[in-house]
């Protein structure tokens, strides 16, 4: 399978700070994560984002309704794929490698559309997925444990 065949990137959205609505609820995103709120969202979630400009090859889960900055790319199609499946495979894909430019890297999502990629079954993704996201949530549990040792 080709990496078209399994997802379809979409560049984000412009959204000056001036225009923002810090008050908001709905997470802005940019290349380098999450950057402030805003009253709108311009996708719905769960969503599966990437860095295109600048920072590059960070991926970030969403499991809310999102604004996704210009400076990034966001799945605006999972083909029937299990999102978080494709936040952790997108993760092992080193995407910073296929980064043109030199002063200012950019991801153009057309680069990898020709990419082949091994995609398990739904079932098999669910179950990587799961698996993948309690080791998370594991880790971010001894984070915390070591914060308050640290405090």
Do not use: C
């Not at 990034?72 to 199609?77: A, E, I």
């Not at 950019?106 to 739904?122: A, E, M, S, W």
């Amino acid at each position: 399978m080709i990496f078209s065949d399994f997802i379809e990137l979409h560049r984000g959205y412009d959204l000056p700070k001036a225009k923002r609505n810090a008050d908001g609820l709905v997470p802005v995103i940019a290349a380098g994560g999450y950057d402030g709120f805003h009253d709108a969202a311009k996708v719905q979630g769960p969503g599966v984002i990437t860095g295109r400009s600048g920072t590059l090859g960070s991926v970030y889960f969403n499991t809310t309704d999102f604004w996704p900055l210009n400076t990034t790319l966001f799945v605006s199609n999972f083909k029937g794929n299990d999102p978080l499946f494709v936040y952790y495979y997108l993760k092992t894909m080193d995407l910073g490698r296929y980064a043109t430019g030199t002063t200012v890297p950019t991801l153009n999502r057309n680069h990898l559309d020709q990419i082949k990629v091994n995609i398990p079954d739904l079932a098999q993704q669910r179950e990587i997925a799961n698996k993948l996201n309690l080791f998370d949530e594991k880790i971010s549990m001894l984070n915390d444990i070591n914060d308050n040792l640290a405090a």
